[in-house]
């Protein structure tokens, strides 16, 4: 009996020690599963926050070639401008080549305006001596017709 009660004993102890290692390995197997639920978790997140970064990537892409329809647009109206500008200033360096133009002609018809007055003042002092020489020829001829009807008529 003691054999028996002895391997009884030894039974129980492996018994003990199989329902340990049992407990363990629920243990272990559920932590394996916690772990594997978790890193599929972790997986699912990544898968989200991926998915949402290739939404935001997409989003971004949308957005970066409306910016560049926009800005191919703006360079066209940017040539415009120029095309117009250039002209403009043709236009400006023409008017401002009549405008010297006009300003020589202008400068030479002061200068003419200038010597048209002296003459207009040495034709004045002309004619006022011209003025004064026919009065005093008056004077003089009004004498001489006084002398000649005198002596016509002692004749």
């Given at each position: 009996m003691d054999r028996l009660q002895q391997a009884a004993g030894q039974q129980a102890g492996i018994v003990r020690q199989l329902e340990e290692r049992a407990a363990r390995a629920d243990q272990n197997a559920a932590l394996v599963e916690l772990r594997e639920q978790t890193a599929l978790k972790a997986a699912a997140e990544d898968k989200g926050r991926e998915a949402e970064a290739r939404r935001e990537a997409a989003e971004q892409r949308g957005?970066?070639?409306?910016?560049?329809?926009?800005?191919?647009?703006?360079?066209k109206d940017l040539e415009q401008a120029r095309a117009v500008l250039a002209e403009?200033?043709?236009d400006v360096m023409t008017l401002?080549?009549?405008f010297q133009s006009k300003s020589r002609d202008f400068k030479q018809l002061e200068a003419?305006?200038?010597e048209l007055k002296s003459r207009q003042?040495?034709?004045?002092v002309v004619l006022g001596d011209a003025k004064e020489n026919a009065e005093a020829n008056?004077?003089?001829n009004k004498g001489l017709i006084a002398q000649v009807a005198k002596l016509e008529g002692e004749l």
């Open positions: 957005i970066a070639t409306s910016l560049g329809e926009r800005c191919g647009a703006l360079q403009r200033e043709g401002n080549e009549q003419r305006a200038g003042e040495a034709l004045h008056s004077t003089a």
